[in-house]
């Protein structure tokens, strides 16, 4: 298991540059290039065209992860369970903490709680339900804290995820299932037509339909099927064609992020450079290590953190800012807003993740246990 962990640290890193692309694209605002929306200049080409990949990189991390940590589940209902109340703690604590914070950082503080339509927002946010918006498609509308949105899908993973780890070894094909179902089957039946743009024709007056027909989610499915690659016995056993592999994925993905080609969310929009990268480094560290710099594995250990905490960051600064007179704009600001983010996150994965998300999951865990083990007990004595 040591050196399992060892030989994938590069999925680490990926996660630290993920979420530092998704920083970077919204601290770009703030440079004179962005904000008047010349795509000629090099802010524009490194900062903001191509630097939405994060999202997709992480959704394909996702469906790796869950593969590999449940690789040896039993698939009963109590380690069913556990996944479930791991998933929630890790997310939950850290989501609505930082949710109410960016309601103080963003949105006007106690004032925003005057507008009913706000506390919907807010509940649906805090319940990992889209907000209703049909036109902004594969967002569905904004939520309090905006990148939000992704998490409803990350649960939605979670959720059919889990309930196939009940189904033991047929679980890749009840999953597999499921993801033809509702992104193939679903949507043809419905309207006539299959798409795998995030932007559907489609539109279910039921609405969380269309969180689980949107063709993002196939970007989930497609870290399961790399992470099964993983598991299996596929390598490529020179080390010089694993080279030449990784090299070339790699040679690819920084074209589509340089020329931001088809640089949008979706399995054949940025998935055609990701999936093949995270593939070729998954085969390749079979047989190679991959090394890691240190500073995308720490930024990787703290990435859920900066995913959520830079956008309050934004909005804090924001505010400062415009105090003491300060215009919150240009190259200047785009470094302090990254910089204070990273620093803001290394706090937040130490006091909400590491200490208030894990210590709400050990006590539901034992809780759990505990009177999970007494109906074990019951149901023996009867």
Request: aromatic content about 16%; charged content about 10%.
């Amino acid at each position: 298991m040591q050196n399992e962990k060892r030989n994938i640290e590069f999925i680490q890193a990926l996660r630290g540059i993920a979420a530092l692309a998704v920083v970077l694209r919204h601290a770009a605002e703030f440079i004179p290039g962005i904000i008047v929306y010349d795509t000629k200049a090099i802010s524009w080409m490194l900062f903001w065209g191509g630097a939405g990949f994060g999202v997709d990189l992480f959704f394909i991390i996702s469906g790796f992860i869950m593969v590999c940590t449940t690789w040896s589940g039993d698939g009963s209902i109590r380690y069913t369970i556990e996944f479930y109340i791991k998933r929630f703690t890790r997310i939950f604590p850290v989501y609505t903490t930082l949710t109410l914070i960016s309601i103080f950082t963003l949105h006007g503080g106690m004032a925003f709680f005057d507008s009913g339509s706000n506390v919907n927002s807010l509940f649906k946010a805090l319940l990992f339900l889209p907000q209703g918006d049909i036109s902004a498609k594969p967002v569905y509308g904004v939520a309090p804290l905006f990148v939000g949105w992704t998490l409803n899908y990350e649960m939605y993973f979670y959720l059919i995820f889990g309930a196939s780890l009940l189904l033991g070894r047929a679980r890749w094909i009840a999953l597999a299932t499921v993801a033809v179902m509702t992104l193939v089957v679903l949507p043809y039946l419905t309207t006539g037509s299959v798409t795998a743009s995030v932007y559907p024709d489609y539109a279910y007056s039921f609405f969380y339909l269309n969180i689980i027909s949107n063709p993002i989610i196939w970007l989930f499915i497609a870290g399961v099927g790399i992470a099964l690659i993983y598991k299996s016995k596929v390598r490529v056993e020179s080390q010089f064609w694993c080279l030449i592999l990784v090299s070339t994925a790699t040679a690819f993905t920084i074209y589509q992020y340089l020329s931001w080609y088809r640089a949008d969310h979706g399995i054949f929009m940025w998935g055609i450079s990701l999936v093949p990268l995270v593939l070729s480094l998954a085969i390749a560290s079979k047989t190679i290590r991959i090394p890691a710099p240190h500073v995308f594995t720490y930024l990787g250990d703290i990435s859920f953190s900066l995913y959520l905490v830079h956008l309050p960051v934004k909005g804090a600064l924001d505010i400062v800012f415009r105090y003491i007179g300060a215009v919150p704009e240009g190259a200047p600001f785009f470094v302090l807003m990254v910089l204070m983010s990273i620093i803001a996150a290394a706090i937040s994965h130490r006091y909400l993740e590491q200490s208030l998300a894990n210590w709400l999951k050990s006590k539901i865990l034992t809780e759990f246990q505990h009177r999970f083990g007494k109906i074990g007990q019951d149901v023996l004595m009867k």
